[in-house]
């Protein structure tokens, strides 16, 4: 158990500083142009969920992502005291990875967003992300199990881009972001819809894969 936290602890951490360190490289460097500073935000983004999942999918499964915890343990292929521990690791290590963040670029460690994320618009882009994150995890487990790191770093990045909320898809990396008064952030007062339209997407996905595989077993394999 401490070998697979300490994957989840590591493997939230650095996504979470990837997806918010690159937010603030990205907006110094874009001059204002917002499409360049997702497109810089993005794509380290989509290569380190590829590295993370290669490397610690073998010791924790790599969830990284309280709704994929709350999948595999309504699924049964996690028990209830680990997946408690992986959703209060991965939120824990992602707030740490904003204090990480702003200790790197020299900015003030404590910080609360300030950047409002409401709306329908909005929530209706976070049940769609995070279904099609979900859908995509348990379709490529049962597909190709060996394919499930590009796959899942292929569809986030796509997803960043395609949705009007830019696919947080994650409960963890909301609070985390609500810790950073930066171009990734999230006021606190809109972090309770976001997670509830993850939840939401990621139920939704559950059950259209049962559908979709029903009489199929999926393989175990990593996830994210």
């Known amino acids: 158990m401490i070998a697979r ?3 989840e602890a590591l493997g939230t951490f650095f996504l979470f500083a990837t997806v918010m360190g690159a937010g603030v490289m990205a907006d110094n460097l874009a001059g204002g142009n917002v499409a360049v500073a997702l497109i810089g935000t993005t794509l380290p983004i989509g290569a380190i969920l590829y590295v993370i999942i290669v490397m610690l999918g073998p010791v924790s499964g790599a969830h990284f992502n309280p709704v994929v915890t ?3 343990r309504l699924r049964g292929e996690i028990e209830n005291g680990a997946a408690l521990a992986y959703v209060i690791t991965q939120v824990a290590s992602g707030i740490l990875a904003a204090f990480a963040v702003h200790l790197m670029f020299d900015l003030p460690i404590l910080q609360v ?3 409002p994320r409401t709306g329908i618009g909005q929530w209706a882009g976070e049940v769609v992300a995070t279904f099609g994150l979900i859908l995509t995890i348990l379709a490529t487990l049962r597909a190709r199990p060996d394919a499930v790191p ?4 292929l569809y986030i990045f796509a997803a960043c881009w395609f949705t009007s ?5 994650n409960p963890a990396i909301t609070i985390a972001r609500s810790f950073t008064d930066t171009f990734t ?3 606190p007062a809109d972090i309770p819809a976001f997670v509830i339209a993850q939840i939401a997407g990621a139920l939704l996905a559950m059950g259209v894969a049962a559908v979709l595989f029903a009489g199929g077993g999926e393989s175990a394999g990593e996830a994210a």
């Open 150 to 153: 590009i796959s899942v770093a």
């Open 113 to 115: 967003a300030d950047t």
């Open 70 to 72: 709350l999948v595999f």
């Open 165 to 169: 909320s830019t696919s947080f898809a």
């Open 5 to 7: 936290l300490l994957a």
């Open 185 to 187: 952030g999230i006021a």
